[in-house]
């Protein structure tokens, strides 16, 4: 266990490293300023998904709670669209409407941290 753990942080720093660095690259080479802080996004992103992998791996030990995981996991999607709207409010819904630019921003890494902790939960998911 210690292992897989070991190997979603890895893997989660890894992503985050590769996909910031380009994501700020092409923002940089367009001269595209944000109006807020792209590290921060995707700092939250990579934290949450890696606690709800982390969590899952401990509880898939737990048989009287194994057989509920696929419904927990719906409901840490459903907290984790919340606390990102609760922390980046002012972001999302600025006085003036954000830039394509900026949607894309605010979207890339939800998409990319929710399919990478999406892989991780249906392999724990299948072990059984």
Known sequence: MIKTIFLYF???LSVFFISFYINE???????????FSLLKVYLFHAGFSLLICVNFKVFSFVDNIFPQLGFIYLATIFLKIILFTVFFYKSIF???????TARLSLLIPT????????FF????????
């Open 10 to 12: 890895v893997v989660f």
């Open 25 to 35: 690259k092409i923002l940089e080479n367009q001269g595209i300023i944000l109006p």
């Open 94 to 100: 600025p006085e003036e409407s954000l830039s394509q």
């Open 111 to 118: 998409i990319i941290f929710l399919l990478t902790e999406a």
């Open 121 to 128: 939960i249906a392999k724990i998911l299948n072990k059984r």
